[in-house]
């Protein structure tokens, strides 16, 4: 038995630049909740193993090229596909956590310097997915984030698109909509940032059932 037996789950989203520390905390955050006795699921986003995800995997990997808006659209649809599961989960009273959403998919592809793909455009296609219940944004200085190891080989791993990625979350965060964005200060050790991370995940599984239903993101 769990304690959100007749109640639903939590949508959390983990956001913020390469190396923030996402993945880290989500594996930390999903193992803690499940030992304090929570059903938790945990996905990430783009989610390669499916058709649309080995597209983006291919893209991101340098072995494709595409349009702008061409794979602006795959990475919404991916994250499409898994909208329903989500739902349901949620609904079964499984809190998700998820690596990136649709944050991420606004704004690198806006960010991109060689496209005419505005914030707002690349907005449109996430409009109707699952809004999460709590979104944490990992904060972190691109040059700090540089420092936890050298750039990969994949598509955005330079400097230039972090530095653009950066500037963009933070005209995002601050929307007036996006009341429930909570900054984390990522630049702290893992156990720090875990702590941090801990306190407001649960009080949003304290609340969900007062908000209601899962909403919609406008
Ligand atoms: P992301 O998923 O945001 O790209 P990761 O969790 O994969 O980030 O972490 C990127 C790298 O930084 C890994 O080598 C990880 O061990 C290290 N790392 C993660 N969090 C911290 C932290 N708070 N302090 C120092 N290094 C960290
Ligand atoms: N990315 C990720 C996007 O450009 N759009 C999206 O919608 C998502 C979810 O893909 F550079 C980018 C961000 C990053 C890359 O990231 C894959 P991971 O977290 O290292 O797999
Ligand atoms: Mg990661």
């Known amino acids: 038995p769990t304690c959100e037996e007749d109640g639903r789950g939590a949508l959390v989203v983990v956001e913020g630049l390469d190396r923030a520390g996402k993945s880290s905390q989500c594996e930390i955050l999903a193992r803690r909740l499940q030992e304090m006795g929570h059903q938790v699921r945990y996905v990430r986003f783009p ?56 944050y991420s998919g606004a704004v690198y592809s806006a960010a991109k310097g060689n496209s005419n793909l505005s914030l707002q455009w690349a907005w449109q296609p996430e409009v109707g997915l699952p809004r999460p219940d709590l979104c944490l944004f990992l904060s972190i200085s691109t ?49 720090e940032v875990a702590g941090d991370i801990l306190e407001p995940v649960l009080e949003c599984m304290k609340n969900v059932d007062a908000i209601g239903p899962l909403r919609k993101l406008g």
């Open 143 to 191: 040059e700090e984030a540089a420092r936890r190891g050298g750039f990969g080989v994949e598509r955005y791993e330079n400097d230039t698109m972090q530095k653009r990625v950066r500037e963009l979350f933070l005209s995002l965060i601050e929307l007036p909509h996006n009341d429930e964005i909570c900054v984390i200060d990522a630049g702290k050790s893992v156990g």
């Open 47 to 102: 989610d390669r193993s499916t058709p649309i995800g080995k597209l983006i995997d291919n893209y991101l990997r340098g072995q494709s090229q595409l349009d702008d808006h061409s794979i602006h659209l795959l990475f919404s649809a991916n994250r499409w596909e898994a909208a329903r599961s989500i739902q349901e989960d949620i609904a079964n009273g499984v809190s998700v956590i998820v690596d990136r959403y649709s």
